[in-house]
């Protein structure tokens, strides 16, 4: 009796191996069909070395951020706020550099001190005010809006503009410093940097390991004696630096600090974790998914772009790539 009622579990155990496999390698998958499918249409427009360096660059900025919103993710917390604050970086950044004078190098670690200094503000309100993530930086992305455009008087940070209060610029131009750091390869050469060092960092120090814990079961965690606020603090300060870094791409790459000039880079970035969850069955935000997951969000929309779709609908595509991302992030749970 028992026999009919499951034939061949031989053939069971088979499709659902099958069916794991595919949601695990899906993100490696539908890549590969991406450049086979736009090869096929577009021949060496598309693989040529220019549009494989453009796909590099465009990926770059988007992995720095999802790399920020990867170490967010990886203690169970979750960012929307991290893009408008990166907005309030790079307006630091250009400003330091063409309003007040400064060399780049101290540019940049005054970019870096004030994004550490402004997430301040989310650590209070998630771990003070135990607030939980999301409302706490939904509300923050207005605070980060209103704080970074006061600062620069609604406008830009541009060569030829005058401060907010009327004064003449220390600078007129950009160095050729300031922008190579956002053209290839140096651009290309920060994001291999941040990948590599939240790899390491979440993979092979004990520290990571803490954190990934606390993503697993917090309680879990608190009960074995990990601090579990002064790793969420840690995890947020190393993701504050993964913002500064954003926004100095940014703004080196757009010669220029627009008005919530990173805010679009959010939902790309938060698609690019999400499908670098599910690649090779890790279930949990990691660095080398997402600039996986990074590389198939850039590759859909350059690839997309070379065929002449329309721009205005590849947001749809890439909250297609999120939604698919989420069904293979989250039907292996369902399923266990």
């Known amino acids: 009796m028992q026999a009919s009622l499951n034939p061949n579990p031989l053939r069971s155990g088979r499709t659902k191996s099958a069916y794991r496999f595919l949601l695990d390698w899906a993100a490696?998958?539908?890549?590969?069909?991406?450049?086979?499918?736009?090869?096929?249409?577009k021949g060496d427009k598309f693989m040529s070395v220019n549009n494989m360096i453009n796909i590099l660059r465009a990926m770059s900025i988007t992995t720095v951020f999802g790399i920020a919103a990867t170490i967010s993710m990886a203690p169970d917390g979750f960012d929307m706020s991290a893009c408008t604050l990166a907005s309030c970086s790079a307006y630091v950044f250009v400003s330091m550099y063409l309003w007040y004078g400064l060399p780049l190098w101290l540019c940049t670690i005054v970019t870096v001190f004030s994004t550490l200094i402004m997430y301040q503000l989310t650590m209070f309100l998630i771990l003070v005010c135990k607030i939980p993530d999301m409302l706490a930086t939904c509300a923050l992305m207005f605070v980060h809006q209103g704080l970074g455009q006061w600062y620069i008087g609604g406008g830009a940070v541009s060569t030829g503009m005058r401060l907010p209060g009327g004064a003449a610029p220390a600078r007129t131009s950009l160095s050729d410093a300031f922008s190579a750091i956002g053209?290839?390869?140096?651009?290309?050469?920060?994001?291999a940097a941040c990948v590599l060092i939240a790899f390491f960092f979440l993979e092979f120090t004990k520290h990571g390991r803490f954190i990934y814990a606390m993503g697993g079961n917090r309680q879990a965690a608190k009960l074995s004696g990990i601090n579990v606020k002064a790793y969420r603090y840690l995890a947020g300060m190393i993701t504050a630096v993964f913002i500064a870094i954003g926004g100095i791409l940014v703004s080196s790459r757009g010669s220029s600090a627009q008005?919530?000039?990173?805010?679009?880079?959010?939902m790309q970035s938060l698609a690019a974790v999400f499908v670098g969850r599910s690649v090779g069955g890790a279930e949990k935000p990691n660095a080398l998914g997402t600039l996986v997951?990074?590389?198939?969000?850039?590759?859909?929309?350059?690839?997309?772009?070379?065929?002449?779709?329309?721009?205005?609908?590849?947001?749809?595509?890439?909250?297609?790539?999120?939604?698919?991302?989420?069904?293979?992030?989250?039907?292996?749970?369902?399923?266990?």
Do not use: H
Not at 28 to 41: G, N
């Open 28 to 41: 490696i998958i539908t890549l590969a069909l991406c450049f086979v499918v736009f090869y096929a249409v």
């Open 183 to 191: 053209r290839w390869p140096l651009i290309v050469i920060i994001m």
């Open 259 to 266: 008005v919530m000039c990173c805010d679009n880079y959010l």
């Open 293 to 336: 997951g990074s590389m198939l969000v850039s590759t859909l929309e350059n690839g997309l772009t070379i065929m002449a779709v329309s721009y205005y609908v590849l947001p749809a595509v890439k909250g297609a790539v999120l939604a698919l991302a989420l069904i293979a992030a989250y039907a292996g749970k369902k399923e266990q």
